[in-house]
């Protein structure tokens, strides 16, 4: 079993940026892809970027590919997504996902964190 506890969000000005964590227990992250989605209010859940276990390869959303950049690190049990340029419609949800059934890019992960708030004011 793991547990992901997502935490960094927060309020913020158009442009400025954010780093948000989230930290794996219960079991070691290294061998598990990682991803962060996030959901608006009223809206579905979207992909926002995804990493191997290895880190060796990433995957992001079109709209946040140059301000977004997925990391972790294994030997901390922790992903993170810098995120840069914010604008307000990325103001959601975010949250951290691990394991994916399927692709990296559908929302179908055995392991979900609680979300963590991101609102970015204009």
């Known amino acids: 079993q793991v547990q992901l506890v997502e935490s960094g969000g927060g309020l913020v000005q158009a442009g400025g940026s954010l780093r948000l964590s989230c930290a794996a227990s219960g079991r070691t992250l290294g061998m598990l892809p990682m991803a962060w989605f996030h959901q608006a209010p009223g809206k579905e859940r979207e992909f926002v970027a995804a990493i191997t276990w290895s880190g060796g390869r990433t995957y992001y959303a079109d709209s946040v590919k140059g301000r977004f950049t997925i990391s972790r690190e294994n030997t901390k049990n922790t992903a993170y997504l810098q995120m840069n340029s914010l604008q307000p419609e990325d103001t959601a949800v975010y949250y951290c996902?691990?394991?994916?059934?399927?692709?990296?890019?559908?929302?179908?992960?055995?392991?979900w964190g609680q979300g963590t708030q991101v609102t970015v004011s204009s």
């Open positions: 996902a691990a394991v994916p059934r399927g692709s990296v890019t559908d929302a179908e992960y055995n392991y």
